[in-house]
């Protein structure tokens, strides 16, 4: 084995189940490519095919053996989801939530059925704190 590339989520920097090997000879590549194939792993049934040198893109395997470090996307994506939610917040996620509300109750009309979906209670008045925590 030369080169292995494990593709990885920029976000969580979890693998997303596939990768490509370079191996040092073709023979070799093939062997391991007809044995492999259709073998289960860690309950998983694992995929495997020789990609002739010429199909393989240059870049294929740039960054192959470096460890992954945390991305400043997935510091930032941690971040937003974490903040603090603010009046606005809630009032956009009240609209959105009411607005499937209504287009439900719509198609269910359209579809001729007789049915009230139940209220929401973020259709209630509230009293809206500074921040809201979900």
Do not use: W
């Amino acid at each position: 084995v030369k080169r292995i590339r494990l593709s990885r989520s920029p976000k969580s920097l979890r693998s997303r189940g596939y990768a490509f090997i370079e191996f040092a000879s073709m023979e070799v590549a093939e062997i391991v490519a007809e044995t492999m194939n259709n073998y289960l792993m860690f309950g998983r049934i694992l995929k495997c095919e020789v990609i002739p040198p010429e199909k393989v893109h240059e870049r294929t395997f740039l960054g192959a053996g470096k460890m992954p470090r945390h991305s400043s996307k997935r510091c930032m994506a941690t971040r937003v989801y974490n903040r603090k939610k603010t009046i606005d917040d809630y009032e956009e996620s009240v609209a959105r939530i009411s607005g499937r509300h209504r287009k439900k109750q719509a198609r269910l009309e359209q579809l001729g059925i007789d049915y009230q979906l139940p209220a929401l209670a973020v259709d209630a008045p509230i009293a809206k704190p500074a921040h809201v925590k979900f």
